[in-house]
């Protein structure tokens, strides 16, 4: 897109934000003035229809997340025990009488999900896939001028069980409409390779789709095509001076080369634009961008990954779409939030389980350096959730993966196609089939990417979709202890770990001893006693689901084999559903290395021990026990040779890794006091941690993330909630309800506190805090001012801050 216009577009009597105005094409935001009803009513499609008693509400919007968790959704518990249903969106809509003779589209980024279309009474059809992109063309059907036009989108989520994980339900991310001239680029109709990439010289071969909707097979136009530097200046050009549509779409493919590129890669993801000018007789008729990253990489399969030339490892992790509190609604802020957290980590990879992401994911990963695994399915054919979308895959898988290959494939964070993760069809012979089928649909659109596909049997005669021949990369889930002899079982093939982990943690609780694994079995946990009564699992790394295996376990193991290309693992973030091994209430997910508040959990630490380069020196767990305890201490740290622990200035001990270590542990017996660790380096200190008991709770303490905001109607303040003793030490165990208010040109877009049986509701006014936590987001309202929170609780000393939105 090109630089954001700050002007407004009269439409009638409603306003519409310019997202990009590039000649004749305008890209108008048509997520505001909506109306919602919960429920179905067949005649809502009718542009008569009374809708003026209906929610008027601004998109992306998730009705579920709005709901309340209930033993009554327990068919959904695997999908985050969350309301779902059917609802209906209308929004009336006049167009200029300028667009008369263009070409009007209205494009949908995703609609969770059976979603049917109508404009002004007339079907423009349905899409079932809730993940999919797609568009329709209301320019036959619309009233220019002054006539009102109406859109009405019916959304179906009420057939359950249809997924593993929260879903949630409406038209959850972005809306756009997109008027061009007839003559135009098609949708999604650029497509840029970077065969030849040195420091030299890199040679760019670029596809362009016209699409000539004028009816006529004599038009003839010019196509001129500029690649400019982060700053805005040309650096290649290239021109084609008359070409004949004789069709309704012409490809046309002209190559331009770049001498000494700026090269794309996680520490520097430079980014060029392309854009693309379509010309009758001197006359604009369009302009179009496309984004570009120039890289070059490689999967081989005794080196691994390179970059540019450059042997590296994929550090990655899967993530759900979902946003915790906010659900399933795509934010921009809120993803990258998620992307700050996980960079700082030392993350450099996100694969996008199980699901084509919303695209801002995407732009974001090109912006900020990632290495994507874009994924398609979850399923196949055979399904795995009675009413999924097995149900829909003989009519639309093929549709279903062309759009996410088109829509996708200019992304330079993107670096392979993954067509299924864990499919039931890689046990019988209809995974020989299928895969060729989906391979071959990806390699007709794209061959510059491996396919690969998240595959759980890593025995060769098991293997339907390894048989198939169609993997350029075979990617595999769990079983670490297998990772050694994949060269030998699978010969001159390349290989990444598609998923990792399933790590069992709930943030700050602490079960001991902690130096044996635990396995949480089928049905349930095994090898302890029926869990915990309170639905926690420890944050000690050492329990896990029982087809994984704790984070130490795996990353030992992959970050010494060079055929490794790297691992994503299970998961980032927790997530809304799954939540294994525990029933009704838990109703999210155990597994990520931050909770669902975004709050890190310890293992965060190891990732940054053994991922970046910055000094670590992380102590843990808190020091609020009972009297003589043995307390199993644990420290990571990096850039250092040693750790040496004092309990009230008295040494404990000094402590390194040995062999395959990635911790250090000390079992001490509780007193009250100051836990203090210091990491040394040939004999000199490098940093120090201090852990000191918590008194009794006595304040709130709030820290906001930014404080300054767009005042866009978007953007996020995420405000963290530490309950505090008079010292201004954290108190581990605290767990005050914690009321807000919100004065000014903000509102509170939720609230949550990472635990995962917490059963209060993500929109209301309150939260418990959890081990001395929680969270309240801030959103702005659309206007310039300051934006007070206060936060109270009955006993502590309130707090305030401000953050001002501009």
């Keep these: 897109m090109k630089k954001l216009f700050l002007c407004w577009l ?36 009718n542009p008569a229809f009374p809708d003026d008693t209906w929610r008027t509400l601004t ?67 349905s899409r079932p896939y809730g993940y999919s992109s797609f568009r329709y063309d209301l320019s036959k059907h619309l009233k220019a001028g002054a006539g009102k036009n109406t859109i009405a989108v019916r959304v179906d989520n009420a057939a359950q069980p249809n997924s593993r994980w929260y879903t949630g339900s409406g038209i959850y991310r972005n809306v756009r409409l997109v008027i061009t001239s007839a003559i135009a680029v098609d949708e999604w109709g650029t497509f840029v390779t970077t065969p030849t990439v040195s420091e030299k010289m890199a040679v760019l071969n670029l596809k362009i789709t016209v699409r000539n909707a004028t009816g006529r097979k004599d038009q003839v136009v010019q196509i001129g095509t500029d690649v400019l530097n982060a700053q805005g200046t040309p650096v290649a050009s290239y021109t084609l001076t008359a070409v004949s549509l004789r069709d309704t779409l012409k490809t046309v493919s002209p190559q331009l080369e770049i001498y000494t590129p700026i090269l794309w890669s996680v520490e520097q993801p430079y980014l060029y634009k392309i854009v693309t000018r379509i010309y009758r007789q001197d006359r604009l008729l369009d302009s179009y961008e496309t984004p570009l990253g120039i890289r070059s990489f490689s999967f081989d399969p005794a080196a691994g990954f390179s970059m540019n030339g450059k042997p590296m490892k994929i550090l990655g992790v899967c993530l759900h779409h979902d946003l915790g509190a906010l659900g399933a609604a795509v934010n921009r802020r ?5 992307l700050e957290l996980l960079k700082s980590m030392g993350c450099n990879g996100i694969r996008t389980a199980h699901n084509p992401p919303a695209p801002e994911l995407l732009t974001l990963c090109d912006e900020m350096g990632f290495i994507v695994m874009d994924e398609a399915f979850d399923m196949w054919k055979k ?16 549709a279903d993966l062309e759009a996410m290959i088109r829509r ?17 069809e890689q046990f019988d012979s209809t995974g020989l089939t299928i895969a060729r089928e989906l391979a071959q649909i990806v390699r007709e659109l794209d061959t510059s990417r491996p396919v690969t596909s998240a595959l759980t049997e890593n025995v060769p005669e098991k293997n339907f979709i390894y048989q198939s021949g169609a993997l350029d990369l075979l990617g595999f889930n769990y079983k670490h202890e297998a990772y050694a002899d994949l060269p030998k079982v699978f010969p001159n093939q390349a290989f990444i770990a598609s998923e990792t982990g399933s790590s069992l943690q709930t943030r700050g609780h602490y079960d001991m001893p902690s130096d044996s694994v635990r396995l949480w079995g089928k049905g349930g946990p095994a090898n302890f006693t029926d869990g915990n009564p309170d639905w926690t699992a420890s944050a000690y790394d050492n329990e896990a689901a029982y087809w994984g295996s704790t984070h130490e376990q795996t990353w030992k193991v992959i970050k010494k084999l060079p055929h490794m290309a790297g691992m994503y693992v299970w998961t980032g973030f927790d997530y809304l559903g799954e939540p294994h091994p525990y029933p009704w209430p838990a109703r999210s997910s155990y597994f990520g290395i931050l909770d669902l508040a975004g709050f890190p959990k310890d293992v965060y630490y190891m990732y940054q021990s053994e991922w970046t380069d910055k000094p670590v020196l992380h102590l843990f767990p808190h020091w609020n026990w009972p009297p003589k305890k043995v307390v199993d201490v ?50 000199k200190t490098s940093l120090t941690r201090t852990i000191t008991t918590a008194g009794k709770p006595a304040k709130i303490q709030l820290i906001a993330d930014r404080a300054t905001l767009a005042a866009d109607g978007k953007d996020l303040s995420f405000i963290t909630v530490n309950v505090l003793d008079e010292q201004g030490n954290l108190v581990p165990g ?7 208010t919100v004065r000014g040109e903000g509102t509170l877009a939720g609230v949550d506190n990472g635990y995962q049986a917490s059963l209060e509701p993500f929109k209301a006014t309150y939260r418990k805090a959890y081990n001395g936590k929680c969270l309240a987001i801030i959103k702005t309202t659309g206007k310039p001012g300051v934006i007070t929170i206060n936060a109270t609780s009955e006993g502590l000393q309130a707090a305030t801050v401000e953050v001002v939105s501009r």
């Excluded at 306003?15 to 000649?23: E, W």
């Excluded at 795995?384 to 898988?397: E, F, I, R, T, V």
């Design 334 to 338: 809120a993803m990258q939030r998620q």
């Design 408 to 424: 996708d494939r200019n992304h330079p964070s993107i670096f392979m196609w993954s067509i299924g993760n864990e499919i039931r």
């Design 59 to 125: 998109l992306p919007h998730d009705w579920s997340i709005e709901g309340q968790f209930s033993e009554h959704n327990l068919s959904t518990t695997q999908a985050g025990a969350l309301p779902t249903g059917i609802g209906w969106y209308r929004k009336t809509f006049v167009v200029p009488a300028s667009s008369k003779g263009k070409n009007v589209y209205i494009e949908f980024d995703g609609v969770y999900r059976n979603s049917q279309v109508w404009i002004n009474g007339t079907y423009l059809g």
């Design 10 to 45: 009269w439409l009638g009597t409603l306003s519409t934000a310019v997202l990009a105005q590039n000649g004749p094409r305008t890209v108008l935001d048509f997520n505001d003035g909506w109306r919602f009803l919960p429920g179905d009513d067949a005649n809502a499609k």
């Design 383 to 398: 399904k795995k959730s009675k009413q999924d979308y097995g149900l829909n895959w003989d009519a639309w898988h093929k």
């Design 634 to 683: 644990w420290a990571y740290y990096s850039q250092a040779d040693e750790v040496e622990l004092f309990l009230n200035n008295k040494s404990l001990g000094v402590r390194r890794k040995t062999g395959n270590d990635l911790h250090v542990m000390w079992r001490v017996p509780y007193e009250p006091g100051t836990l203090t660790a210091i990491s040394r380096q040939a004999g």
């Design 734 to 740: 605290a767990n005050h309800l914690i009321t807000f």
